[in-house]
């Protein structure tokens, strides 16, 4: 994997380098390739030099692009870019400005249209107050990122599958349970609909599922919605081992869950039986 982000990086840089001698120090396509090139180098870990890479390549479309303060969408990328540059490195107040002047700018380009770089930068702010615990406000960046998504991809994307995904865990946080519910629900119908019933990623969210089963006592809807996990897990070309191993670990748990329950069940009785 990292010599395949090496062959990527030395092939940008190489590009870089002949757009630097045939456009000149402002072409639009050499901010293009220090954006791209500044994306590779950041997952490789060199967020320094990732940061002055998009830095030069905002700095050039801020100055081509300049309409009347108006902004333009590859100068609100950028910032969006810088944003997931500096939330990597958990410099979020950073982040958050980034963020927000991308978003800004978006809506100021895109008017009330729905649009992918509104949605992908809302998810970004998200996730952002997501970890900084802000969950009542990462809730409503989230509901933000769904509507376009789905407005741009349909309602089986991942990427709405992911915002249902975060929106089902702060619901979960805040022990509202049957809206979670209602939302793995809804991934699972539209992953059987999406992948087929026998798919690893319905076998995912049908885990997941069962753990909220599991988490409110419904051990029954649990335990079939695992089994019906391990069955899919066990049939894939290359079983996931640690999958199985998980999925067999939350078996056990209802297990013993079911067991405890029938022995409260039984003293419970017996506690009612006169003693003749």
Same mark, same amino acid.
């Given at each position: 994997?990292?010599?395949?982000?090496?062959?990527?990086?030395?092939?940008? &840089? &190489?590009?870089?380098?002949?757009?630097?001698?045939?456009?000149?120090?402002?072409?639009?396509?050499?901010?293009?390739?220090?954006?791209?090139?500044?994306?590779?180098?950041?997952?490789?870990?060199?967020?320094?030099?990732?940061?002055?890479?998009? =830095?030069?390549?905002?700095?050039?479309?801020?100055?081509?692009?300049?309409?009347?303060?108006?902004?333009?969408?590859?100068?609100?990328?950028? $910032?969006?870019?810088?944003?997931? $540059?500096?939330? =990597?490195?958990?410099?979020?107040?950073?982040?958050?400005?980034?963020?927000?002047?991308?978003?800004?700018?978006?809506?100021?380009?895109?008017?009330?249209?729905?649009?992918?770089?509104?949605?992908?930068?809302?998810?970004?702010?998200?996730?952002?107050?997501?970890?900084?615990?802000?969950?009542? *406000?990462?809730?409503?960046?989230?509901?933000?990122?769904?509507?376009?998504?789905?407005?741009? *991809?349909?309602? *089986?994307?991942? !990427?709405?599958?992911?915002?249902?995904?975060?929106?089902?865990?702060?619901?979960?946080?805040?022990?509202?349970?049957?809206?979670?519910?209602?939302?793995?629900? !809804?991934?699972?119908?539209?992953?059987?609909?999406?992948?087929?019933?026998?798919?690893?990623?319905?076998?995912?969210?049908a885990n997941k599922?069962?753990?909220?089963?599991? *988490?409110?006592?419904?051990?029954?809807?649990?335990?079939?919605?695992?089994?019906?996990?391990l069955n899919i897990?066990?049939?894939?070309?290359?079983?996931?081992?640690?999958?199985?191993?998980?999925?067999?670990?939350?078996?056990?748990?209802?297990?013993?869950?079911?067991?405890?329950?029938?022995?409260?069940?039984?003293?419970?009785?017996?506690?009612?039986?006169?003693? &003749?």
């Amino acid at each position: 994997m990292q010599t395949d982000l090496d062959s990527l990086i030395a092939r940008a &840089e &190489e590009e870089l380098r002949e757009i630097e001698q045939k456009g000149g120090a402002d072409h639009p396509m050499l901010a293009v390739c220090l954006g791209n090139l500044g994306r590779l180098i950041c997952a490789k870990g060199d967020y320094e030099r990732s940061e002055q890479l998009i =830095k030069r390549a905002l700095a050039i479309e801020e100055k081509i692009y300049n309409y009347h303060g108006i902004g333009h969408p590859h100068v609100a990328r950028s $910032l969006n870019l810088l944003g997931e $540059l500096y939330c =990597k490195q958990k410099m979020y107040e950073k982040a958050e400005l980034m963020f927000n002047q991308s978003l800004l700018m978006s809506e100021n380009v895109w008017k009330d249209k729905c649009h992918r770089d509104i949605a992908i930068t809302a998810k970004n702010i998200a996730n952002l107050y997501n970890a900084l615990g802000k969950s009542a *406000d990462a809730e409503i960046f989230y509901n933000r990122a769904l509507a376009n998504f789905e407005n741009i *991809d349909g309602p *089986d994307h991942p !990427r709405v599958h992911a915002c249902l995904m975060a929106i089902a865990e702060i619901f979960i946080s805040k022990n509202m349970f049957s809206e979670a519910e209602s939302i793995y629900e !809804r991934i699972l119908a539209s992953r059987e609909n999406s992948l087929g019933p026998n798919h690893n990623d319905v076998a995912m969210i049908a885990n997941k599922l069962a753990c909220l089963y599991y *988490d409110q006592g419904q051990l029954e809807q649990a335990e079939l919605l695992l089994n019906r996990s391990l069955n899919i897990f066990k049939s894939a070309q290359h079983p996931d081992n640690e999958k199985i191993s998980s999925v067999l670990s939350n078996l056990e748990n209802i297990h013993k869950a079911a067991i405890l329950r029938e022995k409260v069940v039984n003293e419970f009785f017996d506690l009612l039986t006169p003693i &003749e």
